[in-house]
């Protein structure tokens, strides 16, 4: 049941809420805000903030979905950095990863055994790739960040089971997220689960903090212990986003100082979510 501010405090004090636990949680929040940015750096987000995130994220989710409907054999990949780019720039929005710390595109694009942060170009998807699309986009000052893997055509059964496993290991992390669990529960879900299905979980590259900045704190690993790691608690906004590879978990860079691969050349695939910490749980900022 819903309590309004001038009804009486359910916690019997005789007051009204608002001047009882409503102003109690008030005070708490404001504390913990203070506490995790002078401690870790941490911006807590206020409502506004979480609904500015909202909107770049249903663009984030609206330009996937016109990638998918794109998507096909013999498309090249600088073709889809244009579709990106046009798309994003038309609904009044930038799209973050151009110019970012040098990176020359305005989306991130992996294919088959290339992990992440591969640049588009003249390379043309073939029938049977998996195809990782990354998009980050900054709609009014704030960012927001989703990437899914597609089947281009028809694909083998270990492409079919790398992205099916690496969909599921996104689910079992997003699922340990509420008030009061820890980073690690989140990597712990991922990297148990991943694991126990042939595959391995990558540990250079994490999930991050959004939405003021491309990437804030906390760091979110994708593997880690149960009950370990910094408390979530609400008002937290990062991305969770896996990498899992069918082999070893090892990766390299390419010369274009960029692009990760696997080092043994197995396939990898991603999937990753915009996510907010709620007072019951989370709520995903660009869901699917």
Known sequence: MKIGRNDT????????????????????EAN?????????????????????????????MDTLK?????LRPGLTTEAINTLVHDFTVRHQAVPAPLNYNGFPKSVCISINEEICHGIPGPREIQEGDIVNIDVTS??????????????????????????????ESLRRGLAQIKPGNRLGDIGWAIQDYAEDQGCSVVREMVGHGIGFDFHEP???????????????????VFTV??????GGRELKILDDKWTAVTRDRSLSAQFEQTVVVTREGFESLTPF
Do not use: W
């Open 32 to 60: 913990l805000k203070d506490l995790y940015y002078n401690k870790h750096r941490i911006r807590l987000k206020d409502e506004k903030d979480i609904q500015g995130i909202r909107n770049a994220g249903v663009l984030v």
């Open 241 to 246: 986003e896996p990498m899992i590879n069918l």
């Open 138 to 167: 900054i709609l009014d000052g704030y960012y927001a960040d989703a990437n899914q893997t597609f089947l281009a055509g028809s694909v083998s059964d270990k492409a079919r089971k790398i992205v099916a496993v690496a969909l």
């Open 218 to 236: 906390p760091q979110v690993p994708h593997f880690g212990k149960k009950g370990h790691g910094l408390e979530l608690v609400p008002g937290m």
């Open 9 to 28: 405090c359910p916690c019997g004090s005789g007051l009204k809420y608002k001047k009882c636990c409503m102003l109690k949680q008030g005070k708490r």
């Open 66 to 70: 016109m990638v998918r409907e794109h």
